[in-house]
């Protein structure tokens, strides 16, 4: 006579604080969900109890203070059924929404792509080269000089380097970075539009790189803590 096979018991489990991308890897076969007070819910099966204990184990390790473990009923779909309804059980990892920290990377490359493509484009108005050659910009207001041009050099550099720091600074810091840098540039983006007279193109891409530099500051805003 074979033995009775027995089917893995599926189960959610919360723990306090948002899991770190890089190690969901650790928890293959789980759906993860980040979840807006703050907690992390996994949910899929678990073959036995020394599975489910090596899993607990896992969020010791990590340092994520255990919230519950509900065991949850399977139907033959697959599917389980939790206080919030019915959901399709999934071995993908996912999670409610994009890590903010690409957000913000993608959003400063949005910017400085449309930055400089709309400098570029600014050089071929009528009258620009011209100014150039004269050896002013902005319609005739501004004077080329050395100090000019490295101030444009280190302003052309900043949405560049807040592409690296948006990835690599630690959470508060980086929020700060965020706020304070596309604030500046989104004030100065403003005053830009009171030099001269702005042509259509110039309006045109200025409103685009305002709206990018408020998502910034409004996503790095409203940003919490991953770490928990």
Not at 13 to 25: E, K, M, Y
Not at 90 to 96: Q, V
Request: hydrophobic share 45%.
């Amino acid at each position: 006579m074979k033995p009775t096979q027995t089917s893995p018991a599926c189960y959610e489990i919360r723990v306090a604080g948002h899991l770190s991308p890089q190690w969901t890897d650790w928890f293959e076969g789980l759906s993860i969900t980040l979840e807006e007070d703050g907690n992390t819910l996994l949910t899929g099966p678990v073959i036995d109890q020394a599975a489910l204990h090596g899993l607990l184990k896992k969020f010791r390790d990590l340092g994520l203070p255990l919230v519950s473990v509900v065991q949850v009923q399977i139907h033959e779909t697959h599917q389980y059924h939790s206080k919030k309804g019915v959901i399709k059980m999934n071995t993908n990892i996912k999670t409610t929404k994009m890590d903010t920290k690409i957000l913000l990377v993608l959003l400063w490359v949005f910017y400085t792509v449309n930055f400089m493509y709309a400098d570029i484009l600014s050089k071929l108005e009528p009258g620009a080269l011209e100014g150039i050659m004269s050896g002013y910009t902005g319609g005739g207001t501004v004077k080329i000089t050395e100090g000019f041009l490295l101030g444009v050099a280190i302003m052309f550099e900043i949405p560049f380097l807040m592409i690296v720091l948006s990835w690599v600074l630690k959470y508060k810091a980086n929020r700060w970075a965020n706020i304070i840098a596309a604030t500046l540039f989104a004030v100065t983006q403003i005053y830009s539009l009171f030099l001269g007279v702005p042509s259509p193109m110039y309006i045109f891409y200025t409103i685009i790189e305002i709206a990018g530099l408020l998502l910034i500051v409004w996503n790095a805003w409203k940003w919490t803590n991953p770490e928990g």
